[in-house]
């Protein structure tokens, strides 16, 4: 949906997409908030939290060697870094209240087949209530998007919705984004409408990869978001040269096994 070039180097070419402090940032705050569920209730507070985050580090950076390498790339910076870290569970605390809440699930794997098309995806947390009601929760450590991008975002809520929908057969009740860069959330209840619209959408996104497939066209939308891109020194549309197609390059792109539909959640 972004760039049909960014999704050829993603899923065909497979390059490497190497950490940043902000993605790493992220992705420690999200174990630090899945873990913190593990503690008793009533444990459950901000210096708890707070005290998993060296912890949580040194687990990602075990499986993930190259995020030491990261933050000796930014000697100096590192209390500040984690800092951040801590300024943003800080904020979910005043967002919400985990002694209150009891998760069905934490970085739920999901997955269905729609007419032969896989979707997959994580979802951050399931809530479910007594009556079986739904909340699907995803964190983002960024600001909330302006109402011009807040349609994306909540594109990829309703594509956990439809997956789960198809998978349970229950609509969830509530889609819920929960911005810690600047304390914000932001709710919607999807419908069945909701869902069958994004289901034809998809759909369309599939039809536009088979054609893109057998052209071998794969060409770049060029925006604003290209200032963030880690492949624009590739892209011909800023001067680069991408690789050679590999010659399993419309395989990757249609087969479901090796690619099918998944949020990649930026």
Not at 96 to 108: G, H, I, S
Not at 115 to 134: E, K
Request: charged share 25%; net charge negative; aromatic share 8%.
């Amino acid at each position: 949906m972004t760039c049909p070039m960014l999704y050829r180097f993603r899923v065909i070419d497979k390059l490497p997409s190497p950490p940043t402090p902000a993605t790493a940032r992220g992705t420690l705050v999200h174990a630090v908030l899945e873990r913190l569920f593990d503690l008793p209730t009533s444990e459950r507070t901000l210096d708890a939290a707070i005290a998993l985050v060296p912890r949580e580090w040194e687990r990602i950076a075990t499986e993930e060697p190259e995020m030491h390498s990261l933050l000796a790339e930014h000697d100096g910076q590192t209390d500040e870094w984690f800092s951040g870290a801590g300024a943003l569970l800080q904020t979910w605390f005043g967002l919400e209240d985990p002694t209150r809440l009891e998760p069905a699930e934490r970085e739920l794997y999901v997955e269905t087949e729609v007419d032969g098309l896989v979707l997959r995806g994580y979802v951050d947390r399931l809530d479910v209530a007594p009556n079986g009601a739904m909340r699907v929760v995803d964190y983002k450590t960024g600001r909330s998007p302006s109402e011009r991008f807040e349609g994306k975002a909540l594109f990829q809520m309703k594509f956990y919705a439809l997956v789960l929908w198809r998978l349970r057969g229950e609509i969830p009740h509530l889609l819920q984004l929960v911005y810690l860069g600047n304390g914000e959330i932001v709710r919607y209840q999807p419908d069945l409408q909701d869902l069958l619209g994004v289901e034809r959408k998809i759909k369309a996104l599939w039809a536009a990869i088979e054609r893109a497939a057998v052209l071998g066209d794969w060409r770049p939308s060029p925006s604003r978001l290209c200032d963030w891109c880690e492949y624009r020194s590739l892209c011909p549309a800023w001067g680069g040269t991408p690789p050679e197609l590999p010659d399993d390059a419309a395989t990757r792109a249609v087969d479901p096994a090796l690619s099918g539909l998944a949020v990649i959640d930026d």
